[in-house]
């Protein structure tokens, strides 16, 4: 099992910042790909960004140049920059941790973007 915990999310004004962590325990060793989704009322959860255990990353198109996933292997911790923020980012982030035979989730953190 792998337990998951976000932190970072909160209320701010459009083209602020914030800062995503997610801090990963349990069996941290089986994990393979970390990563955010972001889940807007009334709508399903969508992909913001992955990071492989090796770093390479991907970006949903609506992020890249504004958003940075950053992973701390030695912390156990996932990262995601929020730069320029928009009030359709507003939602709660849902950090995901990818092993070969399933994926765990946090519990989510709200980000509130105020126009």
């Known amino acids: 099992q792998v337990q998951l915990v976000e932190s970072g999310g909160g209320l701010v004004q459009a083209g602020g910042s914030l800062r995503l962590s997610c801090a990963a325990s349990g069996r941290i060793f089986t994990i393979n790909t970390m990563g955010w989704y972001h889940q807007a009322p009334g709508k399903q959860r969508e992909l913001v960004a992955t990071?492989?255990?090796?770093?390479?990353?991907n970006y949903a198109d609506s992020v890249k140049g504004r958003f940075t996933i950053s992973r701390d292997n030695a912390k156990n911790t996932v990262y995601l920059q929020m730069n320029r923020l928009k009030p359709e980012d507003t939602g709660v982030y849902y950090c995901?941790?990818?092993?070969?035979?399933?994926?765990?989730w946090g519990q989510g953190t709200q980000v509130t973007v105020s126009s």
């Open positions: 990071i492989t255990s090796v770093g390479r990353t």
């Open positions: 995901n941790a990818a092993t070969v035979r399933t994926s765990y």
